[in-house]
Nanobody, 118 residues
Framework: QVQLVESGGGLVQPGGSLRLSCAAS????????MGWYRQAPGRQRDLVAT???????NYADSVKGRFTISGDNAKNTVYLQMNSLKPEDTAVYYC????????????WGQGTQVTVSS
């Protein structure tokens, strides 16, 4: 089973930047796509951005122009560069991956807290 480990969250002031990372570990697998989602208290988990192994990206309207998703296929790692952060970006950010092992399945990381506050 592939495991995802996120890092890079923290506290930042409005207008600041953070870079999240998510690394997949395991053996005998490939990744078709990875993505970032976020969940604020009392809210559902929402899409932030996704990227395929071919580099095609998709963003939520609320983060377009501010966030950039990128990936390193050799390292099975995806990044989320977050600029011009707003208080409404505060949430737990989760990474997921569509993994092709013996079967095709979706797996999630444990989440990393991002807090935007002055």
């Amino acid at each position: 089973q592939v495991q995802l480990v996120e890092s890079g969250g923290g506290l930042v002031q409005p207008g600041g930047s953070l870079r999240l990372s998510c690394a997949a570990s395991g053996s005998g697998f490939s990744i078709n796509a990875m993505g970032w989602y976020r969940q604020a208290p009392g809210r559902q988990r929402d899409l932030v951005a996704t990227i395929t192994s071919g580099g095609r990206t998709n963003y939520a309207d609320s983060v377009k122009g501010r966030f950039t998703i990128s990936g390193d296929n050799a390292k099975n790692t995806v990044y989320l560069q977050m600029n011009s952060l707003k208080p409404e970006d505060t949430a737990v950010y989760y990474c997921n991956a569509h993994v092709l092992g013996k079967t095709l399945y979706l797996t999630w990381g444990q989440g990393t807290q991002v807090t935007v506050s002055s």
